[in-house]
T-cell receptor, first 115, second 115 residues
Framework: GQQVMQIPQYQHVQEGEDFTTYCNSS?????IQWYKQRPGGHPVFLIQLVKSGEVKKQKRLTFQFGEAKKNSSLHITATQTTDVGTYFC???????????????FGQGTILTVHP | GAGVSQTPSNKVTEKGKYVELRCDPISGHTALYWYRQSLGQGPEFLIYFQGTGAADDSGLPNDRFFAVRPEGSVSTLKIQRTERGDSAVYLCASSLLGDRVDEQYFGPGTRLTVT
């Protein structure tokens, strides 16, 4: 079935280093969402991107949506130990009809930050 | 008000037994979603309600799984004849509208273990 591929699966960084996770789809996406899940916690919504080429920033986090709306990235500048967790992208992928609520999640990127 | 709540937080059951998992969405949220998350994976869509009706149940793995939302608020996910492969964290989420992809608020999940 349709998938959202996310890389890398793991990323280990030293505190202060930058971090990027990438999300790719073989089909054009209407929009894409990003979630963060802390260890032992549940996914928490970070942002939604809708427009082609859109770039949004939240403090040290920068989110991009590709021009073709098939890929997206999340970049964290100068990581901190509080950034630890798994970052997921998620998008509505049609399967024979419109289902706005059906989000397909990527596998996630597990970020560890060494102090 | 309060966020999404789920009960129980943990459920251990024997293979073949029946279980019910409950979700209390955020008050006023029209849409309610059930996901299943296995270790190291992203949430996997099961079913989505818009009001009382199941708008998309294409993610339910088989007919042992069933979910209801009789009054458009609380939802119950029911699993018959549980199997060891059903062991996972079952996440519930709600969103305000659901007729377009909007921010989903996740509950803490129910960890189901089938022995």
């Amino acid at each position: 079935g349709q998938q959202v591929m996310q890389i890398p699966q793991y990323q280990h960084v030293q505190e202060g280093e930058d971090f990027t996770t990438y999300c790719n789809s073989s089909t054009t996406l209407s929009n894409i969402q990003w979630y963060k899940q802390r260890p032992g916690g549940h996914p928490v919504f970070l942002i939604q991107l809708v427009k082609s080429g859109e770039v949004k920033k939240q403090k040290r986090l920068t989110f991009q949506f590709g021009e073709a709306k098939k890929n997206s990235s999340l970049h964290i500048t100068a990581t901190q130990t509080t950034d630890v967790g798994t970052y997921f992208c998620a998008a509505p992928l049609r399967a024979g009809g419109t289902s706005y609520g059906k989000l397909t999640f990527g596998q996630g990127t597990i970020l560890t930050v060494h102090p | 008000g309060a966020g999404v709540s789920q009960t129980p937080s943990n459920k251990v059951t024997e293979k073949g037994k029946y279980v019910e998992l409950r979700c209390d969405p955020i008050s006023g949220h029209t849409a309610l979603y059930w996901y299943r998350q296995s270790l190291g994976q992203g949430p996997e869509f099961l079913i989505y309600f818009q009001g009382t009706g199941a708008a998309d149940d294409s993610g339910l793995p088989n007919d042992r799984f069933f979910a209801v939302r009789p009054e458009g608020s609380v939802s119950t996910l029911k699993i018959q004849r549980t199997e060891r492969g059903d062991s996972a964290v079952y996440l519930c989420a709600s969103s305000l509208l659901g007729d377009r992809v909007d921010e989903q608020y996740f509950g803490p999940g129910t960890r189901l273990t089938v022995t």
